[in-house]
């Protein structure tokens, strides 16, 4: 796609363009005369059309929302949780009088305090009943395709909100880290990348390896990229910038609000590091995986690993976008929730109603949005699991229309097809 | 007409061997094709009847585990020799999916091991190209680790015959039936949804989520990826038809398979593209019969000419060669070997430039060829050693190994391939590969010019002959050679 498009088009490709161009003018969030705009750079325009940022976590194994965002101030949880003691008692912190957060987000609290952590609570996707991590994610990535025998999906809601954006590069949107991302394949580009894919070559070996590819532009071009990659990262990881006295502001500040900036070289932190610096770039989206939610046994154990895991991306996310982090929405999601009851390994089974998290600076923080539909076993769901009260694609939906101003019909036809997007808050509820 | 052995080799096998004989013409491809499988007899594949009796003894492992659980969970000290006895039975119960996992390490071990030492490259070519077609993906108890069982049983032994039977073997085998939720699948007139419906009657309590339906997954993938295509000529109307006949075929793993149960079944005929299956009593033979008709329609004749001609030959393959395939096709009446014959004597088959991108699983593969690495070495490579050097690089190279994202397989064009992450991966494996080589696989690594002959022949570009004796080391010619655009494209 060109950088300087001129307008009115002239040929058919850029007609195309326009026209979706044209689309998004109506729903109000770029037209041409906008593009043309020399108040837009082309890099900014060439970036994607906002200037927003938008981080999409997949929980995988299913994380268990009763036991993170804890409704303590519901009478029947005790009784469903002899061990998992909830509230204050078991060491979480309130957050608003009825729920508590898991001592394992603990270091989040300074978040909420300032505004820029929200959950969303009893949300699940339209998958019911199979209860499959497998059938489960790919539907939660897909986001279409529910019915049962519906046609398999094969691209994922993440790609498909692409699509309805003109300026798309492939440097928009990056999925991070070695596992598959459904939520990215499509039609729209996208790039993929691991940070801790390594590319040691020599110096004689890198200067071969250019030469034999000088006859295959696509050889050579994804070569350039990946030594770039490479070298990016190794940069980095070698010795910070001196010069980059934002991140060092970014730090300082972080920790005097009582936020922990966290260090080392998990692969999550990884993750978050690497994404965080395609996301100062031009990269406007990004998206990976924290794993190690199915907690069937000792979840008061099994559960600190992935919780302290999701934390410190977030913190590190944000230490690492500096003034980005104002603009930045991170959503972190699950492919279903766990059984109310506690099971006889003092873990939980696989269940339906589970928890959302959203966080960043361009996040309308501080509350636990959603429907409480109670614990009594006939609030459960098929008496067994937390009875999900909205669709968790609605909270998505919402939160992508505040960040890409993109138009709650995108959303409703080609996003999440036949989503009901009453289920969750309107935009300007959950972003800023 | 004179062909490049080079390009016969590359394009249609996995590319020259330094023990193996070229193809001079086509019919060095076809003729061992026609002839017995050798290497399936070599290098063998545990067959999917060994989950059956697996599956049953996991089972009578898991009961007696739980079993010794629940005593030891009853009591407040439990006797030690009853932890003893459940310790015992957990592993017990656990080897089971260790045995799963090794022997998912023994089938890509054998998968390599044939390629690396066939003369009937053609064979191996057409068995990923099928096993494609008919993607499975495990995702119940042990087929996890069964794509390739399936595979040998349902699919290798059908390569060359007609393709009506190389259908129903994928579509009615288990680990279909379970991909694609068959087993879950029936029909809203039977007599279980009957059942079914009488017992929530009975009991309100009980949740309507456990009450079946009709499930269309597998009626319309056999439609739109198996058959017809999915810009062929039918509606949600003939999906919907051919999952009701499908409904009572399901998969029962502690026992021996598939089984058809007509209480499943939907009662009364139904209609698929305007042509009316089955009585009053649902049956298998129905099955087998639209089956049949879906094989020999001729949109299935065009989609399977396109798959092929794009799967061998270009990204954008020449329309007579698709047209001819397709006659070709309709002609035999589905027959497959005369289709192959075809296109290996098709012009535009066997005309420059390679353009396609070779897969990770065949970039690998062929490398091993190209450096004559012994079969029976990479058959015997332990699973640590099957996840570290081959499906730990394979998924970075993009192409987990029997995990595809869905129905579809895998994606063809090249630029699904060579991306920053798939290139870095392809580069740091090839570069790896010489100290493998002298350490795992008892091969003295080659002079990398000698690689060039071997691999690439007198039409070695002059840069990758020039790289080659350039190299500061044996392995990183090797690399730069196997990592070159001439031995990546196919």
């Excluded at chain 1, 519906?150 to 692409?162: I, V």
């Excluded at chain 2, 010794?68 to 969970?73: A, F, G, K, T």
């Excluded at chain 2, 593209?273 to 329609?297: E, F, K, N, W």
């Excluded at chain 2, 066997?350 to 004559?372: E, N, V």
Aim: aromatic letters at 6%; charged letters at 20%; a negative charge.
């Amino acid at each position: 796609m060109t950088r300087s498009t001129p307008c009115p088009p002239s040929d058919a490709m850029v007609r195309r363009v326009l026209d979706r161009r044209a689309f998004l003018f109506r729903s109000g969030a770029l037209g041409c005369s906008l593009a043309a705009s020399p108040l837009m750079t082309p890099v900014t325009f060439a970036a994607a059309p906002w200037d927003t940022r938008l981080v999409v976590i997949i929980l995988r194994g299913a994380m268990d929302g009763l036991d993170v965002v804890q409704p303590y101030g519901d009478p029947d949880l005790t009784a469903l949780r002899p061990t998992l003691v909830p509230g204050e008692a078991g060491g979480a912190a309130d957050l608003d009088g009825f729920y508590a957060l898991h001592p394992g987000l603990g270091d989040l609290l300074p978040l909420w305090d300032r505004g820029e952590l929200s959950f969303a609570h009893a949300v699940s996707t339209p998958y019911r009943d199979k209860r499959s991590h497998f059938d489960g994610q790919d539907l939660l990535e897909a986001g279409t395709g529910f019915a049962p025998g519906e046609p398999a999906p094969r691209d994922g809601w993440l790609n498909r909100m692409l699509q309805a954006v003109p300026g798309i590069t492939s440097e928009t949107a990056y999925a991070v880290g070695a596992g598959e991302m459904l939520l990215l394949n499509g039609a729209a580009p996208a790039a993929s990348w691991s940070p801790d894919q390594e590319l040691s070559l020599s110096p004689q070996a890198r200067r071969l390896i250019e030469l034999v590819y000088e006859t295959d532009p696509l050889f050579h071009a994804n070569v350039l990229e990946a030594i770039q990659l490479t070298a990016a990262m190794e940069a980095e990881a070698a010795a910070p910038d001196p010069e980059d006295d934002l991140d060092e502001e970014t730090a300082q500040a972080a920790m005097m609000a009582g936020m922990t900036v966290p260090e080392g070289n998990a692969p999550h932190l990884k993750l978050a590091e690497f994404t965080a610096g395609r996301l100062r770039g031009e990269a406007r989206v990004a998206a990976f995986s924290i794993n190690g939610w199915d907690t069937h046994a000792n979840q008061g154990n099994a559960l600190k690993k992935p919780l302290t895991a999701l934390a410190e991306t977030i913190l590190s996310l944000r230490a690492g976008l500096g003034s980005v982090w104002g603009q930045t929405a991170v959503l972190a999601v699950t492919e279903f929730g766990r059984t109310a009851r506690e099971n006889g390994t003092r873990g939980t089974d696989h269940g339906t109603g589970g928890a959302m998290v959203m966080a960043g600076g361009a996040i309308r923080g501080g509350r636990v949005h959603g429907i409480w539909p109670g614990l009594a076993e006939a609030d459960l769901y098929a008496r067994r699991d937390l009875m999900p009260t909205a669709d968790v694609r609605a909270f998505a939906a919402q939160v992508m229309r505040g960040i890409t101003g993109l138009d709650a019909r995108v959303m409703e036809q080609a996003v999440f097809p036949g989503v009901d997007l009453s289920a969750a808050p309107e935009p300007r509820k959950l972003i800023i | 007409m004179a062909v490049d052995p080079f390009l016969l080799s590359i394009r249609f096998g996995y590319g020259p061997g330094p023990a193996r004989p070229l193809p001079r013409d086509p019919s060095d491809l076809l003729q061992p094709l026609a002839g017995p499988d050798q290497m399936a007899a070599r290098f063998p594949v545990a067959p999917f009847a060994v989950i059956y009796d697996e599956t049953r003894a996991y089972q009578i492992d898991m009961r007696l585990r739980n079993q010794l659980r629940r005593e030891v969970r009853a009591m407040d000290a439990p006797p030690a020799d009853l932890l003893e006895r459940l310790d015992a039975a957990s592993d017990a119960a656990r080897w089971h999916i260790h045995e799963g996992r090794r022997r998912q390490a023994r089938s890509l071990g054998a998968a390599l091991a044939r390629i690396a030492e066939t003369d009937d490259p053609f064979r191996e070519r057409l068995t990923r190209f099928w096993a494609d077609h008919f993607t499975v993906i495990g995702k119940n108890g042990l087929t996890r680790w069964s794509a390739s069982a399936y595979v040998e049983e349902a699919l290798r032994p059908r390569l060359t015959g007609n393709f009506a039977d190389l259908l129903i073997a994928a579509v009615t085998h288990p680990m279909m039936l379970l991909y694609l939720d068959q087993s879950n699948s029936i029909g809203p007139n039977s007599e279980a949804a009957a059942n079914k419906a009488a017992q929530a009657a009975a009991d309100p309590s009980r949740n309507n989520a456990t009450a079946g339906g009709l499930n269309e997954n597998l009626a319309r993938e056999v439609m739109e990826l198996h058959t017809l295509g999915v810009g062929a000529r039918y509606g949600q109307e003939d999906v919907r038809q051919l999952a009701e006949l499908f409904a009572g075929m399901m998969a029962i793993l502690n026992k021996d398979g598939l089984t058809f149960q007509p209480a499943r079944g939907e009662p009364g005929a139904e209609t698929v593209l305007g042509r009316s299956y089955g009585g009053t009593r649902p049956a298998m033979d129905d099955i087998t019969a639209v089956l049949r008709d879906l094989a020999l329609h001729p949109d299935t004749a065009r989609h399977l000419a396109r798959k092929l001609a794009v799967h061998f030959v270009s990204d954008d393959p020449d329309p007579a060669l698709i047209d001819a395939l397709a006659a070709r096709y309709l002609e035999t009446g589905g027959e497959l070997l005369p289709v192959y014959e075809l296109l290996l004597h098709h012009p535009a088959a066997l005309s420059p430039p390679l353009t396609k991108a070779k897969q990770p699983f065949d970039f690998m593969a062929s490398s091993l060829r190209a450096l004559g690495v012994p079969g029976a070495r990479l058959a015997g490579l332990d699973r640590t050693a099957v996840q570290r050097h081959l499906i730990r690089p394979m998924t970075r190279m993009g192409q987990p190994w029997e995990v595809p994202t869905g129905p579809d397989g895998w994606s063809e064009p090249d630029v699904a391939w060579i991306t920053p992450q798939g290139l870095a991966a392809r580069i740091e494996w090839a570069m790896a590969l010489h100290d493998h080589l002298e350490d795992n696989l008892g091969v003295t690594p080659p002079d990398p010019r000698r690689l060039v002959d071997t691999a690439l022949g007198p039409d070695a570009h002059q840069a990758v002959v020039f790289a080659a004796g350039a190299a500061e080391t044996r392995a990183e010619g090797i690399g730069i050679v196997l990592v070159s655009p001439q031995f990546q494209r196919r």
